[in-house]
């Protein structure tokens, strides 16, 4: 048997592709992850998946109980002040437990630029390695800059600025050069870095052979597209409302975007081609990862999406030492002319590019405000337009249950004084079916009181016409069959 290995952020962009490749590969492995419930849905029932949060250090050491190597994937996506201390507990915590279990090596993934050059949150991450090699345990850490492949933050980026832009305001980012690499090749290098000797700690900076600027991959994707896009320079454009302007134009919203701005302000490009020596690994250029990014982008269905990490919406909120009220319920059923699997159908598409079923126009002035109020808007879409797996991203929406033609529930992620779910349920009801749409709202004080009932009229309205186009879907798609 292969030695365990344990991995971090199986329900990020890179874990959970990792994940996949270490299966493949039949790679003894163990999953740790703060909702187990939410990643097993989604995994092979062998793959051994243990309750534990980075900042709760029991659980981190009885995660790591009998591994041999172990893949720190986690950051913190918060932007509140104390995200720093955050990263930092979380990396003495594990490296703590690592030194216990006698762990052989922990495999880091990190960005490229020296540490003057940074932005706060990828400093933070240069921080952590550096607390993860105090442990004594030897470290591999690969620093790249951009990574593409479908789905990637920053291939979303791309991909939605030049598919709706036909004239673009290009700020100075756009001329700052990078070495991006492409997912594939990045999951090749984790995977390498299991076999490698090592006696202590290395650092690896990995890219691809070409050295070019977001204008340049834009024009890129651009040309592999067919899209003819015009690109105005322009020398000043503020990193805030740049971000702003990626909120409003890509899936990114305002938090997610300044991020991603704060790191591309420096160039990132390899100095150091070390990883070409160590590893078997020869990356492919950026013409040929976006073609294969686009192959998955014509598939209609990319295999992660950096929303579907479990932290794109920002930390989980805590509400230890919150009391809710109790719990508002608004529930209403339909009968349609249909059995449950075309009933379900309509209900499992719902979101994305097939919409709401009734006043998309109000669905996307709710999400305009949540943008506002630093939320995550409408922008995210979904996965796939047909299939749903729980954890997945449905617009302003996650998936925490999902049972097959009989029952979705989606939790609220945006900007709310208090928590909120909608639930459909569908039964067999003689010659037909009964849909049951339930929308549920757990209050903070007055301020989510307000909320609800202030809102139940405009509610009232919308949830009534949805119920009603889902059914009148449903009928549709039974007249086909």
Same mark, same amino acid.
């Given at each position: 048997?292969?030695?365990?290995?344990?991995?971090?952020?199986?329900?990020?962009?890179?874990?959970?592709?990792?994940?996949?490749?270490?299966?493949?590969?039949?790679?003894?492995?163990?999953?740790?992850?703060?909702?187990?419930?939410?990643?097993?849905?989604?995994?092979?029932?062998?793959?051994?998946?243990?309750?534990?949060?980075?900042?709760?250090?029991?659980?981190?050491?009885?995660?790591?109980?009998?591994?041999?190597?172990?893949?720190?994937?986690?950051?913190?996506?918060?932007?509140?002040?104390?995200?720093?201390?955050?990263?930092?507990?979380?990396?003495?915590?594990?490296?703590?437990?690592?030194?216990?279990?006698?762990?052989?090596?922990?495999?880091?993934?990190?960005?490229?630029?020296?540490?003057?050059?940074?932005?706060?949150?990828?400093?933070?991450?240069?921080?952590?390695?550096?607390?993860?090699?105090?442990?004594?345990?030897?470290?591999?850490?690969?620093?790249?800059?951009?990574?593409?492949?479908?789905?990637?933050?920053?291939?979303?980026?791309?991909?939605?600025?030049?598919?709706?832009?036909?004239?673009?305001?290009?700020?100075?980012?756009?001329?700052?050069?990078?070495?991006?690499?492409?997912?594939?090749?990045?999951?090749?290098?984790?995977?390498?870095?299991?076999?490698?000797?090592?006696?202590? %700690?290395?650092?690896?900076?990995?890219?691809?052979?070409?050295?070019?600027?977001?204008?340049?991959?834009?024009?890129?994707?651009?040309?592999?597209?067919?899209?003819?896009?015009?690109?105005?320079?322009?020398?000043?454009?503020?990193?805030?409302?740049?971000?702003?302007?990626?909120?409003?134009?890509?899936?990114?919203?305002?938090?997610?975007?300044?991020?991603?701005?704060?790191?591309?302000?420096?160039?990132?490009?390899?100095?150091?081609?070390?990883? %070409?020596?160590?590893?078997?690994?020869?990356?492919?250029?950026?013409?040929?990862?976006?073609?294969?990014?686009?192959?998955?982008?014509?598939?209609?269905?990319?295999?992660?999406?950096?929303?579907?990490?479990?932290?794109?919406?920002?930390?989980?909120?805590?509400?230890?030492?919150?009391?809710?009220?109790?719990?508002?319920?608004?529930?209403?059923?339909?009968?349609?002319?249909?059995?449950?699997?075309?009933?379900?159908?309509?209900?499992?598409?719902?979101?994305?590019?097939?919409?709401?079923?009734?006043?998309?126009?109000?669905?996307?002035?709710?999400?305009?405000?949540?943008?506002?109020?630093?939320?995550?808007?409408?922008?995210?879409?979904?996965?796939?337009?047909?299939?749903?797996?729980?954890?997945?991203?449905?617009?302003?929406?996650?998936?925490?249950?999902?049972?097959?033609?009989?029952?979705?529930?989606?939790?609220?992620?945006?900007?709310?004084?208090?928590?909120?779910?909608?639930?459909?349920?569908?039964?067999?009801?003689?010659?037909?079916?009964?849909?049951?749409?339930?929308?549920?709202?757990?209050?903070?004080?007055?301020?989510?009181?307000?909320?609800?009932?202030?809102?139940?009229?405009?509610?009232?309205?919308?949830?009534?016409?949805?119920?009603?186009?889902?059914?009148?879907?449903?009928?549709?798609?039974?007249?086909?069959?």
């Amino acid at each position: 048997m292969k030695p365990l290995i344990l991995l971090t952020g199986a329900t990020g962009y890179i874990g959970s592709r990792l994940l996949k490749l270490l299966e493949s590969e039949n790679h003894s492995f163990r999953c740790i992850a703060r909702r187990p419930e939410l990643l097993r849905k989604r995994i092979g029932s062998q793959i051994e998946v243990v309750p534990g949060d980075l900042l709760d250090r029991e659980s981190i050491e009885r995660a790591m109980h009998g591994v041999r190597a172990a893949y720190y994937l986690v950051h913190s996506m918060d932007s509140s002040h104390d995200f720093e201390e955050t990263d930092r507990q979380a990396a003495e915590n594990f490296g703590y437990a690592a030194r216990v279990w006698k762990v052989k090596r922990i495999i880091y993934l990190g960005g490229l630029g020296s540490s003057s050059e940074l932005s706060p949150h990828l400093r933070s991450r240069q921080q952590v390695v550096e607390i993860l090699r105090q442990s004594g345990i030897p470290v591999i850490e690969f620093r790249a800059s951009i990574i593409l492949g479908s789905g990637s933050l920053s291939f979303e980026m791309i991909r939605a600025l030049v598919e709706r832009l036909p004239v673009m305001i290009t700020p100075r980012w756009a001329n700052i050069l990078v070495q991006p690499i492409s997912i594939e090749d990045v999951l090749q290098y984790l995977i390498h870095a299991l076999d490698t000797d090592i006696s202590r %700690s290395f650092i690896y900076e990995i890219g691809g052979p070409d050295r070019v600027s977001y204008g340049e991959l834009m024009r890129e994707y651009a040309r592999q597209r067919g899209l003819r896009r015009i690109m105005i320079s322009v020398p000043v454009y503020p990193p805030r409302l740049s971000s702003f302007w990626l909120g409003l134009v890509t899936p990114l919203y305002a938090r997610i975007g300044r991020k991603l701005l704060d790191s591309i302000r420096h160039p990132t490009i390899v100095q150091d081609d070390e990883a %070409s020596r160590k590893f078997p690994v020869r990356p492919v250029g950026v013409r040929e990862a976006i073609a294969h990014a686009l192959q998955n982008e014509e598939r209609k269905y990319a295999e992660t999406h950096w929303a579907d990490a479990l932290s794109s919406a920002g930390p989980a909120p805590r509400w230890g030492g919150v009391r809710f009220g109790n719990r508002l319920i608004d529930s209403r059923r339909i009968h349609v002319a249909a059995p449950p699997v075309a009933a379900f159908t309509p209900i499992r598409r719902i979101g994305g590019s097939t919409g709401w079923y009734y006043s998309n126009w109000l669905w996307t002035l709710r999400g305009w405000i949540d943008l506002l109020l630093g939320g995550v808007s409408m922008r995210r879409g979904r996965r796939d337009s047909e299939w749903l797996r729980v954890g997945d991203i449905v617009d302003c929406w996650r998936v925490e249950a999902l049972e097959s033609e009989q029952r979705l529930r989606l939790a609220a992620e945006m900007k709310l004084p208090g928590r909120s779910w909608l639930e459909f349920e569908v039964t067999e009801d003689g010659n037909g079916s009964v849909i049951q749409q339930t929308a549920m709202f757990d209050p903070i004080g007055l301020q989510g009181l307000l909320y609800w009932y202030s809102a139940y009229p405009l509610h009232h309205f919308i949830f009534a016409g949805m119920l009603r186009g889902i059914a009148r879907a449903a009928q549709g798609t039974a007249r086909k069959r």
